[in-house]
């Protein structure tokens, strides 16, 4: 007999060590993980692109990355978008690759949307640098609203039940065939179950972000995922 609560319990952390490791990808996928070439320009070059990022002692303020990894990190992103922006299809495109095994197309298009942090149907290089340094250098607190944000897909404030249902059916379709066991129709609405009986404190139907953070501090597992990736860069 499968163990639901335990499962969610499981699933939720999944959902957050995605997140963290897809950001990983993106670096892996734009060449920046490694920080090995010593020819890194004194500025950034803007030169040969359409969108120009802000300026670097900007960039520098509003992040948590060095002036050097930030040189380094619009070096790849310039190299594999040329424009200067990444929309919606091409970011599928390019997250397919990570997981070839399922269809993460729905799990992309809400990743797409909080990484596009002006929500106008693009990603550019400050939104990039943004989420990175959010998640692999940002607070527990910060990590955490980021990824409420992310299951916020209505922006409302709150997740309800349907928007959580959506996340847990994305995850699923992501990660395909290495989904064990196969699961039954009716095994989202079961983990969206004993995740709301987890996360809505008062019993409202709804998870604020209060709420979210409260119960993420309190499990273990999650805790555990959001410190696995803080020294990669």
């Known amino acids: 007999m499968l163990n639901i609560k335990g499962e969610s319990e499981g699933l939720q952390t999944l959902g957050i060590v995605i997140v963290v490791c897809t950001s990983l990808k993106l670096l892996h996928f734009l060449g920046l993980i490694d920080f090995s070439d010593n020819k890194v320009e004194d500025e950034l070059e803007m030169a ?17 990355f060095t002036k050097r990894e930030l040189q380094v990190l619009y070096r790849g992103f310039k190299n594999e978008c040329p424009s200067g922006v990444v929309n919606e299809e091409t970011f599928k495109q390019i997250y397919s690759q990570f997981f070839p095994q399922g269809d993460a197309s ?77 699961l039954k129709d009716d095994a989202p609405r079961h983990h969206v179950d004993v995740f709301f009986q987890k996360m809505d404190k008062n019993k409202d139907g709804v998870v604020t972000m209060d709420e979210f953070i409260e119960s993420c501090l309190q499990d273990e597992n999650i805790m555990r995922s959001l410190q696995l990736f803080e020294n990669v860069m």
């Open 48 to 64: 040969t692109v359409c969108h120009r990022p802000e300026g670097l002692r900007q960039l520098q303020a509003q992040t948590n």
């Open 106 to 182: 729905m799990y992309a298009h809400y990743l797409f949307n909080a990484f596009d942090s002006a929500h106008n149907g693009s990603i550019k290089f400050e939104d990039f640098v943004m989420a990175l340094s959010v998640l692999l250098r940002g607070t527990v607190h910060e990590k955490l609203r980021w990824t409420f944000n992310l299951y916020d897909i209505n922006k409302d404030g709150y997740i309800n039940k349907e928007e959580m249902t959506d996340i847990v059916r994305a995850i699923y379709d992501m990660m395909g065939k290495y989904t064990y066991p196969v």
